[in-house]
């Protein structure tokens, strides 16, 4: 009897373990830092293409596996904040300072691009590992 209940302590921690370090994939290739590669949509009409080239090479955009995001860009002007992602993976929740922010669809990801669309701006973004 002492060595089934033994057993069913071991089997249970044994399962939060194994639960516990399973990965989401999505996340997996999401953690990392990105640069920006391209900006579309109606909203990057407000941009002329020299500032847009410029952005190219100044922004850059880190996700961890531990739900922060980081944003840097220009002279060295830096956000912090939180993500989440939504149960399927299509969508990420972001928060600055606490307060919700910006929410962004995953148009598209693999190991070498992350293609991002935020409604609100009507910018489609995408981002190349750095």
């Keep these: 009897m002492r060595s089934t209940k033994l057993f069913s302590v071991v089997f249970f921690l044994a399962a939060i373990v ?16 990105w640069r ?7 909203g990057a009409d407000k941009f ?7 952005m190219y090479g100044t922004r850059f955009m880190q ?6 995001m980081i944003a840097t860009g220009g002279m060295s002007r830096m956000q912090r904040g939180d993500y989440k992602l939504s149960g399927d993976g299509k969508t990420i929740y972001t ?7 910006d929410t962004m669809y995953i148009n598209k990801l693999t190991e070498d691009s992350l293609i991002l669309w935020i409604k609100r701006a009507e910018l ?6 750095k």
């Design 48 to 54: 002329p293409d020299s500032i847009k080239r410029e």
């Design 63 to 68: 996700f961890t596996d531990e739900g922060e």
């Design 36 to 42: 920006m590669a391209a900006i579309a949509g109606k």
């Design 124 to 129: 489609e973004i995408t981002w190349i590992p």
């Design 18 to 33: 194994l639960f516990s370090c399973k990965s989401d994939p999505t996340k997996q290739k999401l953690a990392r830092e």
């Design 95 to 101: 928060t600055m300072n606490g307060r919700p922010s």
